[in-house]
């Protein structure tokens, strides 16, 4: 089957899903209107998990040789820290973040849709969709006049002001943000660290300090409550708010560019409509606080990615993609709703309140909390989906949630939690990352044996043999406790040498344990080899493909 997949906008997340469905092997059109890409964005931080997800599409080593790490952040209040944050310990390869700016994240996510056969059909601009017929009809305007197309699908990845998700009739909640920002890329002097982001929280008003590639600096402020023309923003302007702001030297040379907004945040009330989707900014726009934009968005894409894959090619039912919408807009409300708190929480107006707001912030950071809350919320991995990829009832759905909420609290993965990365030791002492040992498009099944069992003829994997499709990994884990001594000859099935246990304990995994993982890396469903009905489920969800 050749599916036809319209994408409409080229930004980060229109480029990465299109990449996502070229790599299982689904083709897919991408349009956009503009004729080129632009040389300036607002978005440049990428976090730990979108940095995995750049390494499952192959290009997250060419952004780390771009790019800028950044390994730690640090808040400031009435001229002193409050408390500081490192990015180590995330249970990820990627123990930092990336200043990136956004035309190199596109250049290298277009590079990769070139690879794949792929490409960018620019200055064609959609200008109308009619939903009324059994596929979505998408009106393409070019300079070689209007074309019509009849998709299989389409996915709006056309920005805040998207045409898609207005035309087919997804409403957009929220509201313009109180202040309005000036954004700033400079070249200064200062004694701020080139690996760190920096807060200054002033009386009614912060200043973002971001180190950039090529001793630059992203300077973002709010800076009254309209939106800001640059023009009326020279050097000596700038400086006087960082004077003001900052309580050491950052003394401006040059201001490169710059740029004024103003936040209407809020996210789309569906991100599905019968055959239209929506994604990234199209879906969800938020406060620059946190530096969410560009991240959200490649979360989308991997949500969805592989689920459009196996839909559109017929192997998973229609209902798969209802779980797009069910998993990830409570994750994207969440990411607005912390990123408009983060704003609020710094731009205190009472000098009350900002003292109230300091003495918790540096308590926490003295008692260790900001180390263990702040660090996986702003790198994405504290993200999971307690809706699960079959509808629910809604107190169903309810449960799951509070189950999932009580199972992060505990330390306990459960169906919908993000699989951690963590290095595994064997025999010799050699060392390898899980996800590593796993595939980079498809599911995968990790097990523990059930020794001891009547049912134990093959260390119990029998059930699981029958359940799990031939063409799906199977990773038996040889942990203390635990060994696997024997398991089915098949190609997809192998040992790996867990000999210190660390994956068996983060996983709370037992004898009989059994996982699914899936192709997104989080956990599909959680059950027993002797007796896999989850994992059966799981597989029929799916269709055992992918």
Known sequence: MNPRIVIVGAGPTGLALAC??????VACRVVDAATSRSTRSKGIAVWPRTLEILRDLGVADAAGERGLALRRGTLWSAGAPLTTFDLTGLRSTFGWGLVLPQPHTEELLEQRLDALGGKVERGVRATGLDTSGERPLLTLTSPAGPEQVEADWVVGCDGPGSLIRTAAGISMSGEPE????LLADVRMDTPLPPDGVSWFLHAGA???????????WRLTMTVG????DPEDWPTDRVQAVLDERAP?????????????FRVRQGIAGQFRRGRVLVAGDAAHVHSPAGAQGVNAGLQDTANLGWKLALVSTGR????LLDSYDAERRPAAALTVRFANRLTKGATLPSAAARWGRDRIWSTAGRHGVIQRVVPPAIAGVAQNYPAGLTPVPAPVRMARQVRSVAAMVAGRPVAGSRLPNVELTGPGGERAWLWDLLPSDGSAVLAWAGRGYAWDDVDGFTALRRTVPDAVPVLVFDSPGVPADRIPPLPEWR????????????????????????????????????TPHAIRSYFHTVGGLI
């Open 495 to 530: 040992v790996v040498a867990d000999h210190g246990g660390r994956v068996r304990r983060l996983l709370r995994a037992g004898a009989d344990t059994a996982l699914v993982v899936r192709p997104d890396r989080y956990l599909g469903t959680r059950g027993r080899s002797s």
């Open 316 to 319: 998973a039912e229609e209902s």
């Open 178 to 181: 109180r202040y309005g920002w």
């Open 248 to 260: 050491m030297p950052m003394r401006l040379t040059e201001i490169l560019w710059a740029n004024g």
């Open 225 to 228: 409550e309209e939106r800001p």
């Open 206 to 216: 912060v200043l973002h300090a971001l180190p950039m590639p090529d001793d630059q």
């Open 20 to 25: 996502e469905l070229l790599r299982a092997g």
